[in-house]
């Protein structure tokens, strides 16, 4: 079965870690986990960023985290040659902020920055945020996944067997890899909301002159070129990726559009 835990709030707890001048807080609440289960969950945060700054402070988000925690773990899952995996165990998503080093120079500096401005001087310590997934693993320990923003939104997809020179006799790589960017910048691809995986050429078959003459006679078009392109996208709606959706795409005006799509639950 599916789990990926999404925490509802239920207040605010703070716990804070001090020690050789540093501190470490971890705030929030559950209604699934103890604060000490909390608290061993957010040990490998402590790990990872108490190195190089003196102050982190670490936020569990709740069930607005949901969507972006399925997204995360869905994706690092993702493999298009191994079969879909089960995706199970308990997955915590935490908000890190962190605050550098000061130093004599770093101090005086800041101060000169931001004569009376408090805010400011702090600010000049700012180390950056972090949206960070743990996981705990079977031996009950929490394992840090990764930082779910620097993932997703630098996630290229697999694109090669669009583009691959041998793929088509019909079209060159660069219109396969044309009628590709053109299917992701259409509005039917934003309206499906979901993030590109995979895709690859669905073959010459697709590409035909009969396959092009049952397509305008099925739309009562007349588009001059068609080809389909395979998919396996992220659906942020479904919280889940789907495998081998199909693209009809037809070319028209020097414009590839899509025509139609199917996925599992059927053509669109």
Request: net charge negative; hydrophobic share 35%.
């Amino acid at each position: 079965m599916k789990k990926i835990a999404a925490i509802a709030a239920a207040g605010v707890t703070a716990m804070t870690m001090t020690g050789c001048g540093q501190k470490f807080v971890l705030e929030g609440s559950s209604t699934v986990y103890s604060n000490e289960d909390l608290l061993n969950a957010a040990k490998c945060l402590e790990v990872e960023y108490m190195e190089d700054n003196t102050e982190v402070y670490v936020q569990l988000l709740g069930d607005m985290s949901y969507d972006d925690t399925a997204r995360y773990v869905n994706m690092y899952y993702y493999d298009h040659d191994d079969a879909e995996k089960e995706i199970s165990g308990d997955y915590l998503e935490f908000r890190v902020t962190t605050y550098t080093a000061k130093t004599p120079y770093t101090l005086l500096k800041a101060i000169g920055d931001n004569m009376f401005d408090i805010n400011g001087f702090r600010n000049s310590f700012f180390g950056g945020f972090h949206e960070c997934i743990v996981k705990k693993e079977e031996n009950g320990e929490w394992k840090l996944m990764g930082d779910y923003g620097n993932y997703v939104y630098s996630f290229s997809p697999d694109t090669d067997d669009v583009i691959s020179d041998d793929s088509s006799k019909i079209y060159s790589s660069e219109e396969r890899e044309k009628a590709l960017e053109d299917m992701t910048d259409s509005d039917v691809w934003n309206d499906f909301d979901g993030i590109l995986l995979y895709a690859g050429y669905a073959g010459d078959e697709s590409a035909s002159k009969e396959e092009l003459e049952k397509l305008n006679k099925r739309n009562g078009t007349a588009y001059d070129e068609c080809m389909v392109i395979s998919a396996d996208i992220y659906s942020n709606e479904k919280q889940a990726v789907l495998r081998d959706t199909k693209w009809q795409l037809a070319k028209e005006n020097g414009v590839w559009r899509v025509v139609e799509y199917s996925t599992s639950e059927g053509e669109k």
